[in-house]
């Protein structure tokens, strides 16, 4: 007999030795790193005690938090003219705010929802903060249209229900979606992050060492087993909740840019919002989850589970997401141009080089659209200070943005007896300066005492994960009695 190899045997050699490294997908956890280690680096930020860093960033945060509720209660007392706001400049500082906290908020439905249908594996790494950030973000977005109503006790009036006088909330006015649309989307963002933190809370559960802690865990995990009927119902939900989100992150900021499109002011009245905001939310909430991210992985070392494939990743999104917002501020011009409506031809040239020409020129010309154009060269993706930087631009030049479309549509009316500047008063300013170190404590408290990176769903994307993992064959390395093979 000849002892040549079989055919099956060449053909699986030949495929050994030439389809090696080139096609293999670089891993979303390096350094061969085991689920206990995952289990020990993320649980223990939540159970070592603050480090000294945290303690002095919350100090500050939370100083400018409460300087911050201060200025909101001295708005509730005094009235909407502590404010900057005139005629015509009936909206300004606070609507601006809104849209951009509420903006922000869109990257962690995003990278939850449709990327978990989608299949992504990488996005296990930064979802869960992702999604603590547009919790936060809502809420901070939430203070400013209640506020700005002038009486923050008759709110209740967008609710649908009659007052004593029979009056009924208009359900033709985008104002009015958008209380459902941000409450909609807020609730179910609640409930797709808390069941993304159920698995890790069980186990927090069963490491914790004190009563309180084990208690508190315990009733939040809803009595985690781990078992097969737990995991078939979670993945169940888990998908639902998924689905219900996605078509969310289309319709929430489409609903805002209805309280401008359905105008008939210069610059508003246009179809191309709706498209043009969510992709504007999806570019600034990118950049404002890696703004976060990148500190957070060098603090608590998390170089091997955050890797510069992530953040790779998210450039590329935000370089194209920052390539809709482009193409956008070029036909709202080319649009403007092509009407020949004299009114939004003249509403744009003075966008560009009216009274707050430096807004659009800073903001939106360089910020916007020139700085993400620098995640074209890979070395600039890899580079985590050019990533930072250009992120901090895009945070920037969103809000500029906001308040160009806003202010710079309202700032000069149809008759020039109607022309007046906006000039922020020291209420305005820090009270989005309040709203910042809101945000920024609440994400401090979120990592302090909650896992920020989910485990259960990066110990998945691990090879160990494979049911044939270690194997030569393809196939699950047991023995015909049962044992495993060492």
Known sequence: ??????????????????????????????????????????????????????????????????????????????????????????????????????GIGHAGTLISAILYLLHQKWRTSINRSAEAMTLFAVMCAAIFPGVHVGRVWMAWYLAPLPNAFGIWPNFRSPLMWDVFAVSTYFTVSVLFWYTGLIPDLATLRDRATSKIKKFLFGFFACGWRGSNRNWRHYEMAYLLLAGLATPLVLSVHSVVSFDFATSILPTWHTTIFPPYFVAGAIFGGFAMVLTLMLPARAMFKLHDIITPQHIDKMAKIILLTGSFVTYAYMMEFFTAWYSGNAYERFAFWNRVFGPYWWYWWVGMLFCNMLSPQLFWFRWCRQNIFVVYFVCMCVNAGMWFERFIIIVGGLHRDFLPSSWGLFIPTWVDLWTFIGTLGIFTSLFLLFVRFLPMIAMSEVKITLPEADAHYGSTNGQHPAAAGGKERM
Request: proline share 8%; hydrophobic share 45%.
């Open 1 to 102: 007999m000849d002892s040549a190899p079989t055919a099956p045997e060449v053909i699986r050699g030949e495929a050994a030795t030439s389809v090696e490294q080139p096609l293999a997908r670089p891993p979303l956890v390096l350094n061969r790193r085991s689920f206990s280690w995952l289990t020990e680096r993320i649980s223990g930020v939540v159970e070592n005690p603050a480090p000294r860093w945290w303690w002095v960033c919350f100090t500050i945060t939370g100083t400018i938090a409460m300087f911050g509720m201060f200025c909101l209660g001295y708005q509730i007392s005094t009235g909407v003219g502590t404010w900057g706001l005139n005629h015509p400049v009936g909206w300004a500082w606070d609507i601006t705010n809104f849209v951009f906290w509420i």
